[in-house]
């Protein structure tokens, strides 16, 4: 194999670097040696991607939710100890 044919890969852990879908700045890394960049830190702190950290957030358990529906309404979801849903909206 020669020099032309050689592939460098370089791990791409906490660096400075612009998010490759969304174009913020901050820290992060790359998943694929480089090719995309996922930024984890930012200025307004720890940003959060469903499509890599889903499943990571899904196996920590929590008192309640914040969710906002389509129309931009904050609830608070939470369950009592007979399993019962209780939400609560949010005041703007």
Request: aromatic residues 10%; hydrophobic residues 25%.
């Amino acid at each position: 194999m020669d020099n032309q044919e050689t592939l460098v890969q370089r791990a791409v852990i906490n660096e400075p670097m612009f998010d490759s879908k969304t174009g913020e700045f901050g820290k992060g890394y790359s998943p694929d040696y480089g090719q995309t960049f996922i930024v984890q830190e930012g200025t307004d702190g720890r940003h959060y991607h469903q499509e890599t950290d889903a499943g990571r957030i899904g196996k920590l358990v929590f008192n309640s939710f914040k969710l906002k529906s389509p129309n931009g309404t904050i609830w608070k979801i939470s369950i009592d100890d007979e399993g019962n849903l209780i939400k609560e909206k949010e005041e703007s």
